[in-house]
T-cell receptor, first 117, second 113 residues
Framework: GAVVSQHPSWVICKSGTSVKIECRSL??????MFWYRQFPKQSLMLMAT?????????EQGVEKDKFLINHASLTLSTLTVTSAHPEDSSFYIC?????????????FGSGTQLSVL | DAKTTQPTSMDCAEGRAANLPCNHS???????VYWYRQIHSQGPQYIIH?????ETNEMASLIITEDRKSSTLILPHATLRDTAVYYC??????????????WGAGTKLIIKP
């Protein structure tokens, strides 16, 4: 079945540094990918929609200059947390839908646990 | 805001059927009901979805009421590995270019030996 691969699974970084998270669709092309953030014991919150070849669409309250999204190919989207601070520590998850006409499922990566010291 | 309401938590004995309810009283005619689950510190996993008819796959069964205002996810023989948070979500047809899902709080299902 369709698989979305997300790396790294976890990362620890110092405050002020930048962290890049990769999301790949392994056996299908994804013109759209979604990035979520999840705090402990809370549900998923959509941060932004990543569109291949164009600018990402950010949800209200999400700083686009802080959370840089690049969707340079049909199988790869990256989220860069710039100048990370402890309050950015969270579980970040990407997802991608199968192309229209095949199946309307949404597949998720395994998530990235970010801890900022 | 999430369009669904679910109980916060449920327990089920191992080997028994787990029945997870979901209310979606404001569902529109073109909205599907989806179920996902999330095991601790992992990405959500697709379980099943449906529009009007009951559905069954290798993981679970989905029973949707005739008025579509509620549904029940059934795990026929729950195992300890089924312990997870289960999310019931409604979303528009795949013909809609917006694939967003609005996530509620979900039901924490605990399978007990």
């Amino acid at each position: 079945g369709a698989v979305v691969s997300q790396h790294p699974s976890w990362v620890i970084c110092k405050s002020g540094t930048s962290v890049k998270i990769e999301c790949r669709s392994l056996d299908f092309q994804a013109t759209t990918m979604f990035w979520y953030r999840q705090f402990p014991k809370q549900s998923l919150m959509l941060m932004a929609t990543s569109n291949e070849g164009s600018k990402a669409t950010y949800e209200q309250g999400v700083e686009k200059d802080k959370f840089l999204i690049n969707h340079a190919s049909l199988t790869l989207s990256t989220l860069t947390v710039t100048s990370a601070h402890p309050e950015d520590s969270s579980f970040y998850i990407c997802s991608a839908p199968l192309p229209r006409g095949l199946n309307e499922k949404l597949f998720f990566g395994s998530g990235t646990q970010l801890s900022v010291l | 805001d999430a369009k669904t309401t679910q109980p916060t938590s449920m327990d089920c004995a191992e080997g028994r059927a787990a029945n997870l309810p979901c209310n979606h009283s404001t569902i529109s005619g073109n909205e599907y009901v989806y179920w996902y689950r999330q095991i601790h510190s992992q990405g959500p996993q697709y379980i099943i979805h449906g529009l009007k008819n009951n559905e069954t796959n290798e993981m679970a069964s989905l029973i949707i009421t005739e008025d579509r205002k509620s549904s029940t996810l059934i795990l026929p023989h729950a195992t300890l590995r089924d312990t997870a948070v289960y999310y019931c979500i409604v979303r528009t047809s795949f013909m809609d270019s917006n694939y967003q899902l609005i996530w509620g709080a979900g039901t924490k299902l605990i399978i007990k030996p």
